[in-house]
């Protein structure tokens, strides 16, 4: 995985006024602290406002695109029904929104809160790269509970049920579904005119710890949403 990337809840999951709809699927949510989290990846084909993300079926139409793309896993109907749809960040960039009216996709700050709720130091969760490991293990604490290999298997302790939903390269190369999950932030991390980087947060079968990376924006990844405040 580092090759290729890079306390308490109360847990409340499907609540009635909580069930936020987008592209006909209803997704189940899962407060943890102050923020309230989608439970499940996006598989939105549409942006908010019913436009469609275009799909890309080829390497050549997904490799040095800088318009929004979204493609299912290695182009399986059963893999999109798993894991949802991995989408680059031109898509999470796109001004007509990804997520339902009332959430959008989380920046990195949105990230570090969850990961201080969960226990890691607030100098912790600003450093690059692997954050979160010994006794702590935030990363196995977001895992779902199945569906990761090599016994990779998260507690899955505030109903995140993180899944390993792989990725896809700057090249149109699918990435290690079963053993990686990559989530996307909104936020950039500076970069050059050619590559761009925006924060991802990484998960891995064979780690306890958290990932924070800076990705080339045409790389494809999950997402999760979470409630505006």
């Given at each position: 995985m580092k090759k290729v990337f890079w306390a308490v809840a109360v847990v409340l999951i499907g609540c009635a006024d909580s069930s936020p709809t987008i592209d006909g699927h209803t997704y189940k949510t899962v407060k943890i602290g102050n923020q309230?989290?989608?439970a499940e990846n996006l598989k939105t084909t549409v942006y908010a406002n019913g436009d469609e993300i275009p799909y890309s079926r080829t390497n050549e139409s997904w490799k040095n695109q800088k318009m929004g793309m979204r493609c299912s896993y290695e182009h399986d109907d059963a893999m999109n029904a798993k894991y949802g749809q991995l989408y680059n960040w031109y898509a999470v960039n796109d001004e007509r929104g990804l997520c339902p009216s009332g959430w959008h996709v989380p920046s990195d700050e949105d990230w570090q809160d969850l990961e201080v709720f969960l226990g890691m130091s607030r100098a912790d969760v600003s450093l690059k790269?692997?954050?979160?490991s010994g006794e702590l293990g935030i990363g196995t604490k977001l895992k779902a509970n199945s569906g990761w290999n090599e016994g990779g298997n998260g507690t899955d302790d505030f109903g995140f049920s993180a899944l390993a939903?792989?990725?896809?390269?700057?090249?149109g190369n699918f990435l290690n579904a079963g053993n990686l999950g990559g989530f996307w932030?909104?936020?950039t991390n500076g970069g050059g005119d050619?590559?761009?980087?925006?924060?991802?947060?990484?998960?891995?079968?064979?780690?306890?710890?958290?990932?924070r990376s800076d990705q080339n924006q045409?790389?494809?990844?999950?997402?999760r949403c979470v409630r505006d405040e």
């Open positions: 309230e989290w989608f790269g692997t954050r979160g939903g792989g990725g896809r390269d700057g090249n932030s909104s936020s050619a590559i761009q980087f925006a924060w991802l947060r990484g998960l891995s079968s064979g780690d306890t710890e958290v990932v045409r790389y494809g990844f999950s997402v």
